[in-house]
T-cell receptor, first 113, second 112 residues
Framework: GENVEQHPSTLSVQEGDSAVIKCTYS??????FPWYKQELGKRPQLIID?????GEKKDQRIAVTLNKTAKHFSLHITETQPEDSAVYFC????????????FGKGTKLSVKP | EAGVTQSPTHLIKTRGQQATLRCSPI?????VYWYQQALGLGLQFLLW???????NRGNFPPRFSGRQFPNYSSELNVNALELEDSALYLC???????????FGPGTRLTVT
């Protein structure tokens, strides 16, 4: 079955710096890769996603890149702010017979003012 | 539009008892997914329901079961509760034509 590895598990940056979180997946049939942000005590929120027919997607300060050959995808956050502090989860899904998401173990991002 | 809702917010049970958790999807969404978020283990897929049928289940024992009702709401049942079942149980919903899943606030289950 699908397996998703996420690195690093913790990341501390200064406000204004960039943050990069990387994930690798095992099933080449996976075709949908979302990223979720979970603040303490709150539900995971979908912040950006990418499909396998696209190499990069941007939304203001966040971007996601996908390398299908290497089976890895990354989340990039630029000009980080204290409110970006949260746990970020990557996931992979193979629509069709599965549909469910397989999640990485999460990255705790701390942005220091 | 109203988001995914779950009830109860918290549930405390004793080992061996049964727990029932409920989820209402976003209006128009037909798929409901259940995930377990135990401390330090991330989110693990439990069950997927679509159009009233179970489409897939994760690597959990049969005492984890559920169903989806005609109005697309869903119920997760956990029988013979064990201490390690203590976790946040999250429900997510999606439409039949989209991959995007939106999560509810979760039910915190504590087994003592």
């Amino acid at each position: 079955g699908e397996n998703v590895e996420q690195h690093p598990s913790t990341l501390s940056v200064q406000e204004g710096d960039s943050a990069v979180i990387k994930c690798t997946y095992s099933d080449s049939a996976s075709n949908y890769f979302p990223w979720y942000k979970q603040e303490l005590g709150k539900r995971p929120q979908l912040i950006i996603d990418i499909r396998s027919n696209v190499g990069e997607k941007k939304d203001q300060r966040i971007a996601v890149t996908l390398n299908k050959t290497a089976k890895h995808f990354s989340l990039h956050i630029t000009e980080t702010q204290p409110e970006d502090s949260a746990v970020y989860f990557c996931a992979a899904s193979w629509r069709g017979s599965q549909g469910n998401l397989i999640f990485g173990k999460g990255t705790k991002l701390s942005v220091k003012p | 539009e109203a988001g995914v809702t779950q009830s109860p917010t918290h549930l405390i049970k004793t080992r061996g008892q049964q727990a029932t958790l409920r989820c209402s999807p976003i209006s128009g969404h037909t798929s409901v997914y259940w995930y377990q978020q135990a401390l330090g283990l991330g989110l693990q897929f439990l069950l997927w329901y679509d159009e009233g049928e179970e489409r897939n289940r994760g690597n959990f024992p049969p005492r984890f079961s559920g169903r989806q009702f005609p109005n697309y709401s869903s119920e997760l049942n956990v029988n013979a509760l064990e201490l390690e079942d203590s976790a946040l149980y999250l429900c997510a919903s999606s439409s039949g034509t989209s991959d995007e899943q939106y999560f509810g606030p979760g039910t915190r289950l504590t087994v003592t």
